[in-house]
C-alpha cells in the first residue's frame, strides 16, 4: 500500500493536479499584477522533449520555478512571444523536473505541497561549526538527477541561493560533464523587488518580471568541471564581469 501511495504521489497525473492548481493561484500574480516579458520563448519549441538542462540564476525559492512551469506548460500549447490566456493548465506539460534544497522542501506545508510538482530535493551542502564544508551534490543527488534528465527538462540553479554573485556549484558541471545535456541558460529578473525571498508573497506590485532563454550553450564536455562552470555562470550573468552591471541583479537587502 505504501509502495502504491508512493507511486501515486510521484505520477504525472498528480503532478498535472499541482501544476493545474498552483498554475491557478499564481498566474494572476505572475502575468496580471505584475508584467512578465519571455524572451527566447519561441526557441523552446527547437528542443527534445529529455536531457535538457535549464541553468538559470536565482532570487526567490519558488516563484521563478511557477514561472517557468507556466512557461514551458504555454510552450506545449504552441505559444511562441507570451502566456497568453492560461488554458495550458486544462492540460499542463508535466515532463519537468526542478532542483531544489531538501530542507527548503519539507520546510512548510506549502513546500510539500510544490514538492509534489517534479521536486529533485538534494542536500546542497552541509556546516560544521557553521562553516560550509561540503559545496557539491550528494552522488546519489547526481544520480537522481541524471535520472531525470533521461526523460524529462530539468531546471536548477546553480548558485544553490538567492544571493546574487554566489560561487556556482561544482555539482552542476559534473551532471553536465558526465551526462551531456543540451543546456539552455536563464537569465531572470525583477523577482526579488516583486515578491519575498519565498516568493510567494507580493512585496511590489506592477513589477517587470524578465525572463529570457539563451541558445544553448556549446560546451565541450572533455573539459574540466571548473571551465564548464565558469562558462555556465558567465551565461547566467552571474559571474565577475557582470557583478557591477544593472541593478536588477542584486537582492532586496541592498
Known amino acids: 500500500m505504501l509502495k502504491f501511495f508512493t507511486r501515486f ?6 503532478r498535472g493536479v499541482v501544476y493545474a492548481v498552483v498554475g491557478a493561484l499564481t498566474y494572476p500574480g505572475i502575468n496580471i499584477f505584475n508584467k512578465l516579458q519571455v524572451n527566447g520563448m519561441e526557441n523552446l519549441h527547437k528542443l527534445p522533449k529529455k536531457n535538457v ?21 504555454a510552450v506545449r500549447w ?6 497568453g490566456i492560461p488554458f495550458y493548465l486544462l492540460w499542463p506539460s508535466t515532463r519537468i523536473n526542478y532542483v531544489a534544497a531538501e530542507e527548503t522542501m519539507k520546510s512548510d506545508w506549502i513546500s510539500k505541497i510544490l514538492s509534489l510538482g517534479g521536486a529533485l530535493t538534494v542536500k546542497r551542502t552541509w556546516k560544521k561549526d557553521g562553516v560550509e564544508v ?4 550528494d552522488p546519489s543527488d547526481t544520480r537522481k538527477i541524471e535520472r531525470a534528465l533521461n526523460n524529462n527538462w ?7 541561493t538567492t544571493k546574487p554573485f554566489a560561487p556556482g556549484r561544482r555539482g552542476t ?3 553536465i560533464k558526465h551526462h551531456q545535456p543540451i543546456v539552455v541558460p536563464v537569465v531572470i529578473s525583477g523577482y526579488w523587488r ?3 525571498k519565498k516568493g510567494l508573497k507580493f512585496k511590489k506590485k506592477g513589477t517587470l518580471l524578465s525572463v ?3 541558445a544553448p550553450l556549446e560546451i565541450d564536455y572533455n573539459d574540466t568541471c571548473e571551465n564548464i562552470l565558469e562558462q555556465v555562470m558567465d551565461s547566467i550573468e552571474q559571474s565577475n564581469k557582470y557583478m557591477l552591471k544593472g541593478r536588477h541583479h542584486f537582492t532586496s537587502s541592498l
Not at 532570487?59 to 517557468?68: D, P
Not at 504552441?78 to 502566456?83: A, D, E, H, V
Not at 530539468?154 to 544553490?160: A, E, L
Open 9 to 14: 504521489k510521484e505520477s504525472r497525473f498528480m
Open 53 to 73: 538542462l535549464f541553468v538559470s540564476n536565482h532570487q526567490t525559492y519558488f516563484a521563478e520555478v511557477i514561472t517557468f512551469i507556466h512557461i514551458f506548460c
Open 78 to 83: 504552441r505559444r511562441k512571444l507570451s502566456l
Open 134 to 137: 561540503r559545496k557539491s551534490l
Open 154 to 160: 530539468v531546471i536548477t540553479f546553480p548558485q544553490g
Open 173 to 175: 558541471a559534473f551532471i
Open 194 to 196: 516583486a515578491f519575498n
Open 212 to 214: 529570457t532563454f539563451k
